[in-house]
Every structure is written in structure tokens, then in C-alpha cells.
């Protein structure tokens, strides 16, 4: 499927053949730009106008990319089902969950069926809520209900878990697999996550590039990766029991570009084990013996590469924090956001109660907790960009501007201006001459090319984006970075390389860092020390082994429990 | 869009040249609208360059109540004026009103609702009271007030309307501001430390551009009508000088012996009107694909 874009053509899938079994449920994994969404959309029938389709996407046996719009609508009442990663956007804010499960369902008797099948408690009483009155997991809940309710063959489910907190991800997984065994349909979970996929999926489909790299059964690929993508997915995960004197092995280069069409394979750019056969002939989906799934590469490389990766993942170096100047102190900091008066009434939300705090220079400190804790909240104050109720936050060392790495780095960089003006704009205060080389220093020093200064952020892939965002904060090295939940929405390569570049960073210059995240294991791995909050207090504090290997408070133990893990036999 | 973001991580229009993005631009602007772009600027290409080849309008070039000949394209009028000389300059007088008026609109309220929208708090209220105390006003009315208390002129036309204008503009540069400003972006940029002035002209005030042209080039079809509908009940320059509304006014006297006096430069509003219209739309179109 080629897509049609500004009169150039982008392929966004190149030819992808996967079956879906009457009651399974496939894993389709990728990082952003694989067509992985693309993908669940043409079994939807939703493509844009703009799309080119060649090949053929049958569902029930009517071929929906081709099927008349009202043919089209027959299928996806009663054949489809979709849940897509923002349940705010998808439900209809204006109308009550109720009325929206009962325009699929039919009768109210249907609809309470439903929602008890989803796990919504109190069933009538929630039948009058509206969209915004329920919490982020009961939202999706209620998607899920809906995509149920025309018994459907197939659900789609578009990163349905990559939008809510930890805990409440594991019961949504559960819970598609539960649907799964009672209502008998087959599930297409799209994700970015491969534990994700691992815990609920019983196939798995890797796409990169807009090509199946591997295809096969959960365990066995997992164990044994017939694709060096896949390996490299595998071997770079985050994991709670990773070792943290390592770098994470991670495998470098960019996405293949989906204006380019290579002749070969899509990934010999970036493989390690790449011969020139690779970039002459593009290798077609073939039987790995190991594990009896189909992979795409002439040598089925997978398990060499991983242990190639792993063996260069170089050591860290010591990380020292030191007491005395340059640190922050926080002390009985609280925020309050004041509720509202009249028609729109909310009631006062304490983000923060009282919570002290104290980061030595250098120090890498990991702020753990889910959404409405408070952590982020707590890098804003410290950032400045909010006002405390009370208490006090005190910067040390010469007073300069703490900077921060957003969850979204695109969303950090004015559009219409470069990069290298936003890079200019930060050592505006120095002479002309040495300007100029900070820039090309700071961008030598991230592995960016000179182009990227020229380049507006909208044109750079995901990873340069991370990588413009952490070059704009240490271009004059800050005392304190902090990072607002930066990995949380990238694919398990791309999470490893920041975490990297983040742990270089901080010991070839020497700043603290606040590393806010709801993952317990890449707390782990950044952190000098790692606090636990819920409700605005710190709940849990200690260096990371003891905090992950014995949490002494119930609510980390609920977090630990709930971190997604790649199941192998390994 | 899902699928947008999907399709293009990479270089969206970074290896095209201005040309080629122009292009692929334009393919989403509908005909009728492509139409009215062409006509809008070929009126204002025409009327600018009006002096250069029509006689002056003022002057009586022949006989009264000539019908349109080759030598007259469009007649002469009442004091054997040449109409078409004068719906050439009409049109011109016209436009630039328009122009001025939205140029000043655009001037005060973009700064007024820039630093309202940027600002906050109490500058906010304040400067969006005032603004509100504006809209308060009734458009032509106020024209009338203006004309009567100044002496009816077409600057001082253009100046009643103009007053009652910015606020529209302050509130639609306020609205943008005020969304731009909770993005993360705004805050990426304080904390980098630039100065209040480049955070409201580099990294706000550029995202509020495109509506303000979409905006304006509706605009302008609403004020050449506003502009033509106070001339025409008097309140715009005095006699002689060639006005689209005034013109239809004087010449309705002698629609049934001489209809080609006053339907000449109603047809002019009409045309100048309705390619606006459509030239707006076009242009919308252009930054609604963004």
C-alpha cells in the first residue's frame, strides 16, 4: 500500500501478508512509522482517500478495501470491532456512556450485560455517566464494551493501553484476554510494546518498515528471534532485572524512510550482520528451524545479532554524587489547584502535600508514580513554570535555569521554528564567535548531522527528535535536568538509546537529573535513588535494588507487580 | 490523524522545493475558489493600474446619458462622466478602503490580543473588556456618528469602521494565543530562558497567522459591501468623486431611461464581492490543509 501525500509517495506498507484465525489474538509490534496503524485501519475499512491500495484486506470474505462504503458499514457492525489508544477522543463527549453502548447494543438488558463483561461496576448507575466522569481505564472499558457489542469477529486495538497507568494496563490486558475466551473473537493488538504484546497475544507479528520482519508464535519467537530486528527489540528491552553496571545494548540508525524504497532488505542499514546480499536482494518471509515461525532475512540472524549487541553494550562509569552546592531542596512543598465555583464545579486537588526533598550535585534521582501522583507536578515547580501553595524550593549552585526533557519531544519545539534556532536561542548570552561552535559541538556530541539544525522538527524522525530536544538542554550544561516521563511513549530500541544517552550525558557533564516515569524498570536503571509517590507524598524512598528487590510499601508493591515483563523460557 | 503521523515520521516537504510544495498546495483548492483568486487579483491588478488607461473621472468627457459605445466602454452619466473610468476607480477606492480597514484592524487587535492572550491575569480582563466595550458598538452607526461629527469624507468612513473593526481581530489573536500558550512548547522556551518579547513575537504570535488570514480574506468582501452600503446613503466622499455606492445612488434616479448608469457599478460591488467570497474560501482551504 503506497499513500499519496503532498504529491509524493509514501510507502507506508510494502506488501504485508498476515492472517488473523478465528479466535486469536496477534501481537502486531513496531515502532512508530512501521504501518503498524495503517495496517489495523485498512481491516477497518478507514483508509483515507489518499491511499493507494494494492493486494487485498478480506474480512469474512468481502475484500473491505475495495467494498462499497455501505457494504463496508455492514462489515464493521457486524463482522469488526475497534478500540482505538485515546478513549476520551473516540467516545462522544456530549452523549452518555449509556446511549453510546446502547446504539451498538440494542436493548438496555444488552448494554448492563456488556459493561458487567468489561468490568464496570455499578452497573445502572453508570449508564448516565458522561465520557469525562469516568477515569482513564473505564473509558477504555467502555470503547471495549462497545466493540463488543455488535459481536464482533475481529476487535482492532490500536496502543489501547499505551494511554493509562500501569496498574490499570495490566487489568486492561487481562481483561482482552478474557474477552477472548468468552465472546470467542480474534483480537489485533497493535502496540509499540513488545511485553504488551507477550502477556496477552498468542502470535506475533513484527512489522518494520512496512514489511512482516517476523511472524509466529509468542514463546518461540521471543526465545529464539529468527529477525536481528526483533533481537534487537528483545535485547534492548528495559527490563527489572537488567544490569545496571551495563549500557543497554541498543542497535543504531534510523528508520528506513517511508519516501525511500530500498531494493533489498529494510533493515540492512542498520544490521550488524548485514552482507551485501542483504542490500541486493530483499529476503522473503522464510521458516526459521529454531522456533517454526516465518522470518524475513536471508539468514535468520537473530539470535547472533542479540548476542553480538549484548557483548559491545559497553560498562558505565561511576556515577558520583557528591554533597554541597549545585543541588536542589525541597522542602514542604505543596501545590493545591483550587476547585471551581458555579457551573462547571470541581472540587480543590492537592497535586503535592508537603513533600521534602533533596537531589546532591550529580546526583540521578527517579521520581516513580502513576498519573494524578503528583511527580509531575513536582519537576514543574522545580522548574519554575509553577507557583507553590506553600513551602519552598531552593536551587544551589549559580543559580542557573534547571531544563527539561517533555514526554514529547516534537511537542517541545515551536514548529515553525528550526532546530537550530531553539539551540541559538539557549546561549544567546554568549559572543557571536562561540555560538556557532557550542551549536555544532552539542549536535556532535548527540550524534545529530549539521543538517538537523536547519531542519524544522516535523521533519525529523522520533529519535532525532529525542535527540534535538537533550541537545537543547545541555547545550549550556544545566545543574539539574529534568525528564518528564521521556521514554514513555517510544518502541523498546528507541527507550534503550535515550536511556543511554541520558546516562552518558549526565557523567560526561556532571548534572543531577529528576527522571519522572510510571516504569519502574527504567527508574531503575537511571536512578542513583528512586522515590515512589501516589497522592501528592512520597511513599517510598531507597536506592533502586532494595526498592525494586523488597518494597517495603504496598503501593510499590502493586507497581512491581504490574510492570508488563517479556515472558521467556530463558 | 492517526494515519498522517504514521505515513510520514521522516521528511514531510523536506526534499521538495517551494515550487512543488506550492503545487501540491494549490491541488487541494477547488475550482470556483481557484477562479476567485484569479479574478480578485486581476480586478486589483486592473484598478490599480486604473490611471494609466482611463481618462480622469472627474472630468466630463461628452455628452450626458451616452449608452456604453467602444469609445465609451460603459456610457457616460448624468454630467457625461465616463463610467467606466469611474467604476475603474471605484473598485480601486474600494479595495485599498478595505484594506486599510482590515490593515488596522489587524494591527491593533493582533497586538491587543497578543498581549492580552499572552499576558494573562489581569491585563487580560482589562484589555478584553475594553475590546467587549468596543463590540458593543453598532458598526454603521457608528460610521454615522463619525461622519456627522466630522464631515462626511471617505477617511472618516473608513475610520468609523475601522474603530468598531480590531476587536473581532483582538479576540480571534487572543483565542490562538491563549491555546498556543499551555503547549509545551511555550514552556520549552521560557526555560530556555528567552526574553517576554521574543516569547510573544518568535514563539506565539507566528501560530496565530494563518486564521488571521483566513480571517481577513473573508473579511474583505463583508467591508466592500459595508463600504458600498455607506456610500450609497451619503455617508462616504462627497459627489464628484467616483465611489461605487455613491455612483448607484445618484444613477437610480434614471434606471428605467439610463439603467446602465446605475447598474454598472452595482454590478462592480457584485463581482468585487462574490470574488472576495470565493477568493477567501480558497484561501482557507490552503491553510485548513496546513
Given at each position: ?110 448494554v448492563l450485560r456488556l459493561l458487567a463483561a468489561v468490568g464496570i ?450 | ?179 498556543l500558550a499551555a503547549r509545551p512548547h511555550v514552556d520549552a522556551a ?88 470565493l477568493a477567501g474560501d480558497g484561501i482557507r482551504d490552503l491553510f485548513?490543509?496546513?
Amino acid at each position: 500500500m503506497t499513500f499519496s501525500r503532498d504529491g509524493r509517495d509514501l510507502h507506508a506498507l510494502r506488501g504485508v501478508d498476515l492472517r488473523i484465525a478465528a479466535g486469536e489474538i496477534v501481537g502486531l509490534v513496531g515502532e512508530s512509522g512501521s504501518g503498524k496503524t495503517v495496517l489495523g485501519l485498512s481491516m477497518l475499512g478507514l483508509l483515507p482517500k489518499s491511499a493507494r491500495v494494492e493486494g487485498v484486506v478480506t474480512v469474512d470474505g468481502v475484500d473491505i478495501t475495495r467494498a462499497s462504503e455501505p457494504m463496508r458499514r455492514k462489515l464493521r457492525r457486524s463482522a469488526l470491532g475497534a478500540v482505538f489508544q485515546d478513549p476520551m477522543t473516540s467516545l462522544d463527549p456530549t452523549m452518555r456512556i449509556g446511549r453510546q453502548v446502547h446504539e451498538v447494543a440494542g436493548s438496555t438488558a444488552e448494554v448492563l450485560r456488556l459493561l458487567a463483561a468489561v468490568g464496570i461496576p455499578g452497573g445502572q448507575r453508570r449508564l448516565r455517566d458522561f465520557p469525562h466522569e469516568l477515569s482513564g481505564g473505564l473509558r477504555q472499558r467502555v470503547m471495549l464494551a462497545i466493540a463488543l457489542a455488535g459481536k464482533p469477529k475481529l476487535v482492532i486495538a490500536d496502543e489501547p493501553t499505551t494511554a493509562l497507568d500501569v496498574t490499570v494496563q495490566a487489568q486492561v490486558l487481562t481483561l482482552f484476554r478474557r474477552m477472548r475466551d468468552e465472546h470467542g473473537c480474534a483480537i489485533l493488538l497493535v502496540t509499540h510494546d513488545l511485553a504488551v504484546a507477550s502477556t496477552v497475544a498468542d502470535r506475533i507479528c513484527v512489522l518494520y518498515g512496512g514489511l512482516v520482519a517476523e511472524v509466529g508464535q509468542v514463546r518461540p519467537v521471543l526465545d529464539h528471534p529468527g529477525h536481528p530486528y526483533t533481537a534487537a527489540l528483545m535485547t534492548s528491552r528495559i527490563r527489572l532485572q537488567a544490569d545496571r553496571r551495563h549500557q543497554l545494548p541498543v542497535i543504531a540508525g534510523e528508520p528506513v524512510q517511508p519516501s525511500t524504497d530500498p531494493a533489498g532488505c529494510n533493515f540492512a542499514p542498520r544490521c550488524p550482520a548485514a552482507t551485501p546480499l542483504c542490500v541486493e536482494k530483499r529476503p522473503l518471509l522464510t521458516v526459521v528451524p529454531a522456533q517454526g515461525g516465518l522470518a524475513a532475512c536471508h539468514y535468520h540472524a537473530g539470535e547472533d545479532v542479540a548476542r553480538g549487541l549484548s557483548r559491545v553494550a559497553g560498562l558505565w562509569g561511576p556515577s558520583v554524587p557528591t554533597a554541597g552546592d549545585g543541588g536542589v531542596t525541597v522542602r514542604r512543598l505543596s501545590v493545591r489547584f483550587p476547585g471551581r465555583r458555579g457551573l462547571r464545579r470541581s472540587e480543590p486537588f492537592d497535586a503535592l502535600r508537603e513533600v521534602d526533598l533533596d537531589v546532591n550535585r550529580g546526583e540521578s534521582i527517579a521520581v516513580v508514580g502513576e498519573s494524578g501522583s503528583g511527580k509531575t507536578t513536582l519537576l514543574r515547580v522545580i522548574a519554575g513554570l509553577q507557583a507553590p501553595t506553600s513551602g519552598s524550593v531552593v536551587l544551589g549552585g549559580a543559580g542557573r535555569m534547571p531544563q527539561m526533557v517533555f514526554q514529547d519531544a516534537g511537542s517541545s519545539f515551536t514548529p515553525w521554528l528550526t532546530v537550530g534556532q531553539h539551540l541559538y536561542e539557549r546561549v544567546a548570552h554568549l559572543p557571536m564567535a562561540t555560538q556557532g561552535e557550542r551549536v555544532s559541538e552539542v549536535l556532535n556530541r548527540l550524534g545529530l548531522p549539521a543538517e538537523v539544525a536547519r531542519a524544522r522538527v516535523q521533519q525529523l524522525s522520533g529519535g532525532q527528535r529525542q535527540r534535538a530536544a537533550l541537545a537543547r538542554a545541555v547545550i549550556e550544561p544545566p545543574d539539574l535536568l529534568l525528564c518528564d516521563e521521556p521514554i514513555s511513549a517510544l518502541d523498546a530500541s528507541l527507550a534503550a538509546t535515550v536511556l543511554n544517552l541520558l546516562g552518558r550525558l549526565r557523567r560526561e557533564l556532571g548534572f543531577g537529573m529528576i527522571f519522572v516515569s510510571h516504569d519502574l524498570a527504567a527508574a531503575r536503571l537511571v536512578a542513583d535513588r528512586i522515590i515512589v509517590m501516589t497522592g501528592g507524598r512520597i511513599v517510598e524512598e531507597g536506592p533502586p535494588d532494595n526498592v525494586v528487590d523488597h518494597p517495603s510499601n504496598p503501593y510499590t508493591q502493586a507497581l512491581l507487580a504490574s510492570v508488563p515483563q517479556v515472558s521467556t523460557c530463558r | 490523524m492517526p494515519v498522517r503521523g504514521v505515513v510520514s515520521p521522516g521528511s514531510a516537504g523536506a526534499s521538495m522545493n517551494a515550487t512543488q510544495r506550492y503545487g501540491a498546495r494549490m491541488r487541494g483548492v477547488g475550482v470556483l475558489e481557484r477562479v476567485g483568486i484569479v479574478v480578485l487579483l486581476l480586478l486589483l491588478a486592473i484598478s490599480l493600474a486604473a490611471p494609466l488607461f482611463v481618462t480622469d473621472p472627474v472630468i466630463s468627457v461628452g455628452p450626458a446619458f451616452q449608452p456604453p459605445s467602444l469609445q465609451h466602454l460603459l456610457g457616460t452619466d448624468d454630467v457625461g462622466q465616463d463610467i467606466f473610468a469611474r467604476v475603474m476607480y471605484g473598485m480601486r477606492t474600494s479595495w485599498l478602503s478595505a484594506v486599510a480597514v482590515i490593515a488596522s484592524a489587524i494591527v491593533v487587535g493582533g497586538l491587543i490580543g497578543l498581549v492580552a492572550g499572552a499576558r494573562g491575569g489581569w491585563v487580560d480582563s482589562l484589555l478584553m473588556r475594553l475590546t467587549d466595550t468596543f463590540l458593543a458598538l453598532p458598526g454603521p452607526v457608528l460610521a454615522i456618528a463619525v461622519a456627522a461629527a466630522l464631515g462626511a469624507s471617505l477617511r472618516n468612513t473608513v475610520i468609523g469602521i475601522a474603530v468598531v473593526w480590531w476587536p473581532w481581530y483582538a479576540r480571534l489573536v487572543r483565542g490562538e494565543i491563549r491555546s498556543l500558550a499551555a503547549r509545551p512548547h511555550v514552556d520549552a522556551a521560557r526555560l530556555s530562558g528567552v526574553s517576554r518579547g521574543r516569547l510573544m513575537f518568535r514563539h506565539l504570535l507566528p501560530g496565530a497567522i494563518p486564521p488571521v488570514i483566513v480571517t481577513a480574506s473573508l473579511d474583505i468582501q463583508i467591508l466592500v459591501l459595508t463600504l458600498a452600503g455607506l456610500s450609497f446613503i451619503g455617508l462616504g466622499a462627497p459627489a464628484p468623486s467616483p465611489e461605487l455606492g455613491a455612483m448607484a445612488a445618484r444613477g437610480a434616479d434614471s434606471l428605467f431611461t439610463s439603467p446602465w448608469i446605475p447598474l454598472a457599478p452595482g454590478c462592480a460591488v457584485f463581482i468585487l464581492a462574490v470574488a472576495a467570497n470565493l477568493a477567501g474560501d480558497g484561501i482557507r482551504d490552503l491553510f485548513d490543509r496546513g
